[in-house]
């Protein structure tokens, strides 16, 4: 704008007499050197609203993609006995998922949170905060199965409401 742009400070010419138009500044958007007229400001939002349907429908279609590729595995639950590094990478090595890993639990436990933090390659996520970006950029897909049904039920409320005998 014309109040970033150096210099222009004093009034080019005096406002009455000259025959010349009004001005104030030398960095009035017109003049060459000037500012920029309604330009960026930097405090732009340019993020879209995805509606509900829209952002289950491509979190179904990347897991669809990452269970054809078998990306996907399943656990009964992920518990560390310490918060230790290694365990967690002993059981990514039984796993077989040693590259881009995705674990998805539930809940975040605090001794899991700190084995996995370590590790560079490994993400460990509630399933709530899960998003397509995360799915599709990972090699392997670590998911518990109470953090497996919340998906489910998530991804297709209308059968989960079926199942637990309501009407949808």
Known sequence: TRGEVRGGGRKPWRQKGTGNARFG?????IWTGGGVAFG???AENYSRKLNLKAKRLALRQALTLAAQADKIIV????VLAS???KDAANLLKKLNAQKRTLILVKSVDDKFRQAADNLGSVQLRPVHSLNV???LNADHI???KDALQNLTDWLDPAKALIKRGKNA
């Open 25 to 29: 500044s030398r960095r009035n958007p």
């Open 40 to 42: 960026p400001t930097g």
């Open 75 to 78: 656990l009964e639950e992920a």
């Open 83 to 85: 918060g230790k590094t």
């Open 133 to 135: 970006f995360d799915v």
């Open 142 to 144: 670590v998911i518990t």
